[in-house]
């Protein structure tokens, strides 16, 4: 049985119901408004001019309350999460964009950059970078390092105490509109305006990078297509899930093309879904940009990322690639997992294990023993007797690789804080022996 289709209303018949109520509509004001202004005619509150604004409001209300109540571009942004661009689609775009000479200077330098605040804190304490053109930086510390004091300082939108950098080969400090054409930023915690459109907010910003016309709508057009917003550009940003605002935040930072790129913890809020689309522009940005990326969720660092720094306590613990560090400060590491159903089997291989002389660490899961060994090469013929002389059987033995996790994890513990002289902070109302 066919189904029955909606009625449609072509632009004429529209027209037709449409144009008598507006010629009505327009004579009854421009009647008024004559009536009004007649010398001889009184009215309520002896103001005509009042009168008159009320009649021309009025005549406006409708047109005023559809435009501003009823339309809602927002509509269905709420729904769900809009995909990513596909990567070969992000591809194809930033092939046509200018990429980065290749490297006589490099992305971000940094010689003894300092940043001190009252009271004897040190934020930022003689900070040694540099890193190459084009590359995938992650700068990385546990919270309190310094990470965003250094993003502050690199941007613009701090000044340093002491030493001195430059960024895409622009001076830090003092360069005002030269450095801010170079680069594109992305806070932490990212905010817009809710009312606006996400294309809306890309012209804002491109008319801000001095684009205009035919130029501006080209590169608003690629942006929301990198970031995978097309169809989601015309919605008021109000109704953008996390992760589309996050993508949005990605846009307005690269509407300039920039050759640095800083990105302030850029998927630490996100959901996997989003920490993957998000990973998968920055890893596309290779080349075209430098990216230097403040983060401390350390996977998406092995993900991306070609170079990483350690910050702690304001101080710079390491810096290099990534497989370098690995090489050169992971320890390896043995995994045991017993058959299940032996009670107490956790407890006796880690008794086993601790002790050792080849041991540096044993640590302990609901499933496994993990044992970061000093000299592989006695650890692992002596591994295996331990284990049989502690009565346990094993579902798997196995020579783990070390993730940056554990190199990162080693270096904050070892580097400990840094010596502070000691603070004294005064209490209003007490005397020299802490009484009122």
């Known amino acids: ?121 040190v934020a930022l304490d003689n900070l040694n970078l540099n890193v ?27 000044t340093a105490t002491g030493g001195s950098g430059t960024v895409a080969g622009v001076r830090i400090g003092g360069t005002g509109g030269e450095l801010a054409r170079n680069i594109g930023y992305l806070d932490q915690d990212p905010r817009f305006y809710g009312w606006m459109r996400g294309r809306e907010l890309l012209n804002m910003v491109g008319q801000l990078h001095g684009l205009h016309g035919a130029a501006l709508r080209q590169r608003v057009g690629e942006v929301l297509e990198i970031v995978g917003l097309t169809e989601a550009g015309h919605r008021r940003i109000g109704g953008y899930s996390g992760g589309m605002r996050q993508r949005l935040g990605i846009g307005q930072a690269l509407i300039n093309q920039p050759r640095v790129l800083f990105l302030d913890e850029p998927v630490s809020s996100l959901d996997p879904e989003g920490r993957r689309d998000v990973l998968e522009i920055i890893s596309k940005l290779r080349g075209t940009a430098t990216v230097f990326m403040s983060t401390h969720i350390l996977n998406d660092v092995e993900r991306v990322c070609d170079r990483v720094a350690i910050l702690n306590y304001g101080h710079l613990v390491v810096e290099g690639p990534i497989d370098e560090l690995l090489d050169r400060y992971a320890q390896p590491i043995y995994e045991l997992e ?9 407890d006796r291989l880690a008794a086993a294990m601790r002790g050792q002389v080849w041991a540096g660490e044993v640590k302990t899961t609901p499933d496994t023993v993990r044992v970061f060994v000093t000299d592989p090469k006695v650890a692992g013929p002596a591994i295996l007797p331990l284990v049989v002389a502690s009565g346990v059987n094993l579902v798997r033995y196995e020579r783990a690789r070390p993730s940056l996790e554990d190199v990162f ?24 022996r802490g009484r009122r």
């Open 1 to 121: 049985m066919p189904t029955a289709s909606k009625p449609s209303l072509d632009p004429a018949t529209i027209a037709l119901v449409v144009i008598p109520f507006v010629v009505i509509e327009l004579g009854l004001m421009l009647y008024a408004l004559y009536d009004l202004f007649q010398e001889d005619r009184r009215v309520r509150g002896d103001s005509k001019i009042m009168w008159a604004l009320i009649i021309a409001f009025v005549s406006l209300l409708g047109p005023l309350v559809y435009f501003f109540v009823g339309r809602d571009d927002s509509r269905g942004a709420e729904t769900g999460t809009v995909p990513a661009a596909p990567a070969d689609s992000i591809a194809r775009i930033l092939a046509t964009w200018p990429k980065l000479a290749q490297a006589t200077d490099a992305g971000v330098v940094t010689t003894g950059l300092t940043k001190r605040y009252g009271g004897g804190v």
């Open 409 to 432: 994890l080693r270096l904050v513990a070892e580097s400990g804080p840094a010596i502070a002289p000691a603070v004294t902070v005064p209490v209003w109302g007490l005397d020299g």
């Open 338 to 346: 017993p058959e299940p159903q032996q009670p107490g089997a956790i």
């Open 132 to 158: 190459p053109s084009g590359t995938i930086f992650g700068f990385l510390g546990p919270n309190g390092a310094g990470k965003t004091t250094t993003l502050r300082l690199l941007t613009g939108l701090a």
